[in-house]
């Protein structure tokens, strides 16, 4: 028998598997017989719930949380036709598909994973609410107004009332704080759903944040990986974009999708008047003090919060430039002179990297390990499947990658990623022990479950080498490793060690601090404290306290805070998350009931 048609009998069995647990599995839910979904599922088994049951992003693990989940969320969900999308595959001992069902509100999709024909993992994600379809597709604007009328009003008209109204005479619904990427994404989803928002950037121009950094700074993560929604980069986008570039794109999206975008504008404080049931925000815009009392209120200002910023005794004294990395402006002023940079993660190699370019004497303080991991081997092992031209011409789109990989519940996601790294391990050795025979400190996390994990956790302890690390092991960049700074002197700094490094620039590469640092800013401590840390799973791992979350904190989803949101992320995650947020808020406007089950308790406040 050929291995043809052994993989066509396969995907048959698949397929009237997975045709046949779904056909259970509506019967159980809509007879609302719990025990009778319950013996659907294996002993080990995870439902991720994007909004259909929960009115949050919430992974069930195990059947006790399924069965405490389907009790609390069921009778209002009532969902129905449950209906395989396309051909089940069969994966080893793991049938796999796609399918798609119907809650009392809304329009769902979801990817589901069988092992012996009973569920090991399954996603559900709300897609459209049923009354509230977005105008695209078979639903888009006419844009024309045929016939005669006197009062007509033009596309460029209806534009400039709505920027003249929207904030003065007409509240908006909801305010972003943020103007980057994620501002961005989530503004078009909201404005295609027709929820009113005003997003607020202090920058002068939509894509400043990407032009004021350090001229070097370039995406890390391959195109395929960082579409916005909507509007894919072109086809002849570069694999790897300039920041300028990105820029750029920023600012024309922000007018091709009609944003109302305030740039130039600073939050200056903002309070929930619970009275009122809403949010009083003031903003300064263009010098002008105006009051904004939106009813949701969203932080955007990105996944790595306010910029963590240390203190040594001395520092004061310094006689050179002291800067963290966010406020760096690139290599050009410093030819010849003699730079630090303190941390090792993807700033640190970036600006040492421009630095020895422009002919810097450059020395990188390494003081804890960091992950490393080389730009082709990440995409070639780890993210071509889902991410790549390949996978395009595979019939994975966008939409799909991110369904795929969203369908991975966090607990097992360390399983799914360690073959790949390991597969990189193997692949780059000479060049890993180039890197540690010059020194540096490696590791591929805790667990060996490699960058991803460590970016969810933690949000730092990573490099994607585009070349720095070949001058870190040739010592062009000069390493110091396992120390710290003692103190900062005139000229110098002095280390750990007790050895002494001259130095006419200090650039801090040391991250930043939680999210709800600008809710501690902007609102207060005390709200900050309620709505706890952002970012991280509770994985008990360096830099990830536990208990175990399950999901990452307080992020697309609903917090300790009422109207108060978080968004953030890369651009994946941006463009993907930001979707199920609009769909929250946009259910919120529109009077829809929405139960959320599950709010995560806080844990850590920072």
Not at 93 to 99: G, L, Q, R, T
């Amino acid at each position: 028998m050929s291995e043809t048609h052994t993989q066509a009998q396969a995907q048959q069995t698949a397929t009237a598997t997975v045709q046949g647990w779904l056909s259970d599995f509506d019967q159980a839910l809509q007879a609302q017989d719990i025990q009778g979904v319950l013996a659907l599922f294996n002993e080990e088994c995870y439902w991720r719930d994007f909004l259909t049951f929960t009115w949050n992003l919430k992974t069930c693990e195990g059947k006790d949380a399924i069965q405490a989940m389907l009790n609390a969320t069921l009778e209002n969900a009532r969902p129905s036709n449950w209906q395989l999308e396309g051909e089940a595959t069969q994966n080893g001992d793991v049938a796999e598909a796609w399918f798609t069902f119907e809650t009392a509100v809304a329009k769902g999709k979801g990817y589901l994973r069988l092992k012996e024909g009973k569920c090991w993992t399954l996603l559900t994600t709300m897609q459209s609410l049923h009354d509230f379809p977005e105008p695209r597709n078979h639903h888009r604007p006419k844009g024309a107004e045929h016939g005669a009328n006197k009062q007509r009003e033009t596309w460029l008209e209806s534009r400039e009332r709505e920027e003249a109204e929207l904030g003065y005479t007409q509240q908006p619904y909801c305010v972003v704080i943020g103007g980057g990427q994620g501002g961005i994404g989530l503004g078009a989803r909201l404005k295609q759903m027709g929820v009113p928002t005003i997003i607020i950037e202090r920058n002068e121009r939509a894509g400043d944040s990407w032009r004021n950094r350090y001229k070097s700074l370039c995406l890390h993560d391959p195109v395929w990986y960082d579409h916005l929604p909507y509007i894919p980069f072109p086809e002849n986008w570069p694999v790897f974009a300039p920041k300028d570039k990105v820029g750029d794109w920023l600012e024309m999206y922000t007018k091709v999708m009609e944003l109302n975008y305030w740039s130039s504008t600073e939050c200056q404080n903002a309070h929930f008047d619970e009275a009122a049931g809403e949010w009083v925000v003031n903003v300064k815009r263009n010098g002008e003090a105006i009051t904004l009392r939106p009813k949701q209120l969203v932080m955007a200002t990105g996944m790595s919060g306010m910029a963590n910023v240390p203190t040594f005794p001395g520092a004061e004294s310094f006689a050179g430039e002291l800067q963290h990395s966010s406020q760096h402006p690139g290599p050009d002023a410093y030819n010849g002179k003699k730079c630090v940079i303190v941390g090792s993660n993807n700033s640190a190699h970036d600006i040492a990297a421009a630095l020895w370019e422009h002919d810097a004497d450059v020395t990188m303080l390494q003081r804890s390990s960091t992950h490393i991991v080389k730009s082709d081997s990440l995409m070639e092992e780890v993210l071509g499947p889902l991410y790549s031209e390949e996978a395009v011409a595979g019939g994975v789109t966008t939409e799909k990658a991110d369904l795929i990989f969203a369908s991975i519940p966090y607990k097992v996601l360390p399983d799914f990623q360690r073959p790949a790294f390991e597969a990189i391990k193997q692949r780059d050795a000479e060049f890993y022990q180039k890197l540690e025979d010059a020194g540096f400190l490696l590791d591929f996390g805790d667990d060996d479950s490699g960058l991803f994990l460590k970016y969810l956790r933690r949000g730092s302890g990573y490099y994607i080498d585009v070349g720095a690390c070949d001058l870190v092991a040739n010592g062009d960049i000069k390493l110091r490793s396992g120390v710290g700074i003692e103190r900062i002197n005139p000229h110098s700094i002095t280390l750990t060690d007790g050895s002494e490094l001259e130095a006419d620039l200090i650039v801090y590469a040391t991250g930043y601090g939680s999210m709800n640092g600008w809710a501690a800013r902007l609102i207060s401590q005390e709200v900050a404290d309620k709505v706890g840390k952002c970012w991280g799973l509770g994985s008990d791992t360096t830099k990830d306290p536990g208990p175990w979350e399950g999901e990452l904190r307080n992020m697309w989803k609903p917090t300790q805070q009422e109207a108060l949101w978080f968004h953030g992320g890369n651009l994946h995650q941006s463009r993907h998350y930001s979707h199920y947020l609009a769909l929250q808020l946009k259910a919120r406007m529109e009077g829809l009931e929405t139960p959320v089950y599950g709010l995560q308790p806080v844990h850590h406040t920072s």
